[in-house]
């Protein structure tokens, strides 16, 4: 579901009608007078086999001020950025308005894909309003009616190339996860090149400095910076070739996001769409640098976010800012670690990389960083050593015995790379402590040097059968029956 659909246009066009049909839940509040829809309504959308988002926006007005008016159409203008496809709806009936005439125009610009559709279509009193809609310079329109469902089949048809043409897109800028190996621990590593660069997404609260910190990295203020918290608003992502002093350089394609406050304080949808945005981009990253202020670090919110990007299998390194500002910096340093492996045990061994965005100290300890994070997330362990492994864990601190019966562990494998996921064969996995599972996460990290990392371990059971079982009865059988025809 990777098409964004943003139905746009005057108040009282149809918009939240034609959102609740697409949608098939009556979401959004709908009336006759105008202005009823205010802030941005976001549902999952279902048309025949066709699934995307669908965005339902205020109507369009002709103001740019800090009135009400203005800042809904700016947040309007603000789903039109995001969204793949705008759906502008003009009203059959009345026809094309010099305010329809004034937002075709901005569509044009601003806008990838624009599907003009001429609304309450229905009946012949719209055919007027029909073609005066070609003069808007946006192609033939679609007839539709919100409320009677009437040209839903037309709209499909404009829909679907579009539709995929997102996914195939979002496969192409997708990075390569979870990828199988087979059993004899091998698999394609997808190697960084400049058309599959390294994904990384730079994550942290408000004002932590990300921006200034990607404008150090790439040489250039190409991001707005300043003082004030929340100025970014977009997940704007940069490509670069991030080069070391040796002149060896990486492709990467840096994400800055914006800062992601706690859930309760974030109230303007603004805000939410911008949270959104990050996520999505944590999603879409290989390896996530979650960057904190050297003042206020590892505050509940930033516990969250590399939670977050954990739980998401992605490779994480952590970075302090604002270092060049630091008094005492070996004993801030020494309580950071302290607080990060308390605070963090599900990312042990993650780096942790001071750096000062304002002066560029630390870059080349931030680069060498995420390049080890990602060779950790793609490392691969041969079967025979897992397995020898799994046989000393085994002696230093056998498994539980619940009700008496001891847990066996029998053989152990790497299912897959990017994060490194293992499979464990064994009897009762339902009755496996969770404490049992850590140890044997812990001594993977450590034994394998894969410090950091999210670690994803199964436990698969086998029952009690034996392979073998029956076959000596069979054996003897057929040794007995071939004694007696020779007799």
């Not at 007078?33 to 205020?58: C, H, K, S, Y």
């Not at 970014?232 to 040796?246: H, N």
């Not at 949270?275 to 999603?283: E, N």
């Not at 965005?357 to 994070?373: D, N, Q, S, W």
């Amino acid at each position: 579901m990777s098409l964004t659909l943003a139905i746009v246009g005057r108040p009282n066009v149809g918009k939240s009608t034609l959102f609740n049909r697409l949608v098939g839940k009556r979401l959004a509040l709908v009336d006759d007078q105008p202005g009823v829809t205010r802030d941005l309504r976001e549902g999952q959308g279902r048309l025949g086999d066709l699934r995307f988002t669908v965005i339902d926006t205020a109507g369009l007005e002709d103001a740019t001020d800090d009135s009400l008016e203005g800042r809904m159409r700016r947040l309007t203008e603000r789903a039109v950025d995001m969204a793949d496809v705008c759906l502008f709806m003009i009203d059959a009936r009345v026809g094309v308005t010099p305010t329809d005439e004034l937002f075709a125009e901005i569509l044009r610009k601003r806008s990838k894909h624009v599907i003009l559709a001429a609304n309450k279509a229905e009946g012949n009193a719209a055919d007027a309003g029909v073609l005066e809609a070609y003069n808007l310079g946006l192609g033939e329109p679609v007839r539709l009616s919100g409320e009677h469902g009437e040209g839903m089949t037309d709209l499909y048809s404009q829909l679907m190339p579009l539709a995929d043409a997102a996914e195939e897109q979002a496969v192409e800028d997708a990075p390569e996860t979870d990828i199988e190996l087979d059993e004899d621990g091998e698999g394609e590593t997808p190697p960084i090149t400049a058309e599959k660069p390294l994904q990384v997404a730079v994550v942290g609260r408000p004002n932590a400095g990300k921006s200034t910190l990607i404008n150090k990295i790439i040489g250039e203020d190409r991001l707005l910076t300043g003082p004030e918290a929340g100025i970014t608003r977009d997940a704007i992502s940069l490509r670069i070739d991030w080069a070391d002093p040796d002149g060896d350089s990486t492709p990467m394609r840096i994400f800055d996001t914006a800062g992601m406050r706690k859930k309760a304080k974030v109230q303007e949808k603004l805000e939410k769409l911008s949270v959104s945005d990050g996520l999505r981009a944590v999603k879409f990253a290989e390896v996530v640098v979650v960057l904190l202020d050297a003042a206020i670090p590892f505050e509940q919110q930033d516990l969250r976010i590399a939670d977050l990007a954990e739980r998401e299998g992605r490779a994480v390194v952590v970075a302090i800012n604002k270092w060049d500002i630091e008094e005492d910096k070996q004993e801030k340093l020494r309580d950071l670690k302290e607080s990060f492996e308390r605070l963090l045990p599900q990312l042990r061994g993650a780096p942790l990389v001071t750096v000062s965005a304002k002066t560029g100290r630390g870059l080349e300890r931030l680069r060498a960083a995420i390049l080890r994070a990602h060779d950790i997330w793609n490392r691969r362990v041969p079967t025979a050593a897992l397995n020898r492994w799994l046989t000393a864990m085994l002696e230093q601190h056998p498994p539980p015995a619940p009700q008496g019966r001891r847990i066996k562990l029998r053989y152990m494998t790497q299912a897959k790379t990017r994060p490194p996921g293992f499979v464990v064969m064994c009897s009762h996995p339902d009755k496996m402590p969770a404490s049992y599972t850590r140890y044997l996460v812990n001594g993977l990290r450590e034994s394998f040097d894969m410090p950091g990392t999210p670690i994803r371990l199964t436990l698969r059971g086998q029952g009690d059968k034996n392979p073998y079982k029956g076959r000596r009865k069979k054996n003897a059988g057929a040794l007995a029956k071939h004694l007696k025809g020779r007799a």
